[in-house]
Every structure is written in C-alpha cells, then in structure tokens.
C-alpha cells in the first residue's frame, strides 16, 4: 500500500476494514482527483463496495450447491490472485524474511477468514452470519481504545447476539444453527487479525503489492482444499464463471471502489457507512437467496450496527482529544 495506507489498521481497528478487502486510508487528500459531486460522489463509491461485497457473498451461496463451500472459497481467491497479480505486478525480490513472514501471516488470516466464512454461509443466512463476524473487528476497536463507554457499545453488541441467537426469548441457540453461528464468530476473529496484518503489510509493501501477494498466499492455501472437496467441478467453464463474478464482486470490485473513496473521503465517515454492512447483508440475502428476517433479527442487526457506529464516533473522539 502506498504512505497513506499505513493508517489503514488505525481505521480497521474500528471495525470498518470491507471483509476480504484492505483498502489504503488517506489522511491527505488527492488534489489530482475532480470533485465533480463533492461528498456524494465517494459515499456512493462505499455504498457501492458495501453492496457488490455482499451480493458477491449472495451469488457465493447459490454457487456453493455445485462446488461446496470450500471450493468456492478457493475459486474466489484464485481468481482474485489472478486479477490483482496481474494488475499490480508486484515485485518479489528485495523483502526481508520479516516481511514475507507479514505478508504470509496476512494471507492466512486471509484463508482462514474466508473458509470459516463460507462454512457460515452454508448453514445460516447471510444477514445474521455477517452480522455475528462482525463482532470480530468490533470487539478489537474495544479492546485497543480502553476506553469505558465503549463498554457500553460491546454490551449493546451483546444484547443483539442474544437477541439473534434465540436467548432472550427463551429459544436458546437452536434458532441459528450452533456451528453455522461459531463458523461466523470464528471468522470475525479471523477478521480481527486480518485487520492487524493488513496494516502491518501496509507498512512493509508499497502500493498494493502486499494486498496482491497475500491473495496469492490465500489461494494457494485453499487450492488443495478445494481440489479435495470439489475435484473437476473447479475447472467447470460455467462454475468458473461465476467463481470470477463472486471473485470480482467480493474482492476485487470494492477494494478499486473504497480505494477511490477514500482519497476524498474522512475514514470516520467511511467507518460509519461500513457499519451498513450487517443490513446491506440481510437485504442482499431476502432479494437473492429469499432468506426472510424475523422482526427479533432485523432489531438484533440494527443493534450491532449502533454498536460499530457507537465505537468508531469514539475512537474518532479519542484521536481528536488533546
């Protein structure tokens, strides 16, 4: 990433870091960029990443009945190795062993957060399972402001994962799936890691060279997963072609469009519109997958995301704060 991606991990502490994205903070603004629709214009481009990865996670779970869970993940990060590898054409001479060690811990993390993901998906839907990772980040905004209101933020993220799971209405988990749900609790803390890495490779590699080599690590880790599990359903020209769709939509289409937004737009305002995931989730998920939330649900993801939004205003606060 280049200078201004350096702070991309002080942003995701917040919880805002777009899942299987890393994309560049900048605290300078590009004055080469026109500003054509002044601050619609870079919100529009985060609403557009927020969607395209969610709907991508949507497209995920149609295609994972012909290549199963793991096989889509694979799918995905190799062609998404593929495309970022050959637009960005990193170098690969001149690294450090400290530095390959970063950019292999970020593509694991990488790995392991989409699989447990993706095995998510496959058994609960797409608006709580995404909410439920979400709590990965948020949890890690907690724990690195040390702040005591944001105590108050972690406890209504609380109440919302009882409210979803089934245990304020005498329920207990047997509403969501028990493994579906601790697959997507394990991704978020898989999220959590990423974020740590993402800026820690941000640091060590220029431009997005350590974004397009942890992709490259990601695929090579899954590909014998995948090959396992789904054998020649991998090379099926139709499979593949939605394999790239849910590889554009997921990966590479928002990371171009945050990167975009973000050379004109505060990343306190990019943290909050992040935080439209959860619900953006649950939308995507009714239109393709006809996956209908209960009212219980929808209050639970709304309570998650004041949650995220509470953290992010208070760190924002901290940093502003003599």
Known sequence: MDEAGKQSAGRAVAGVVAPETAVP????PDTTTPRRTGALGPVGLVVGGVVSVQFGAAVAVMLMDRAGSIGVVTLRLVLAAVVMLAVCRPRVRGYSRADWGTVIAFGSA??????????????????????L???????????????????LWAGLALLGVFLLSGMLSGDGFDRLD???A????????????????????GRRF??????????AVGALLSLPLGIAQSGTALIDPQILLLGLAVALLSSVLPYTLELLALRRLPSATFAVLMSLEPAVAAFAGFLLLHQALS??????????MAASVGAVRTQVAATKSP
Do not use: H, K
């Open 295 to 304: 009212l219980a649900d929808a209050v639970a993801i709304a309570l998650v």
């Open 110 to 131: 990488m790995a392991a957060m989409n699989l447990l993901f993706y095995q998510a998906l496959d058994r609960i839907p797409l608006g709580p399972a995404v909410t």
């Open 182 to 201: 601790l697959f997507a609790l394990a991704a978020g803390a898989m999220w959590a890691a990423y974020i740590v890495f993402s800026g820690r490779t």
């Open 206 to 215: 220029p431009q997005a060279d350590g974004l397009a080599l942890a992709f």
């Open 25 to 28: 903070d900048t605290t300078v």
């Open 178 to 180: 028990p493994v579906g």
């Open 133 to 151: 990772e979400f709590l990965g980040p948020l949890a890690l905004s907690v724990i690195v402001s040390r702040r005591l209101v944001n105590l």
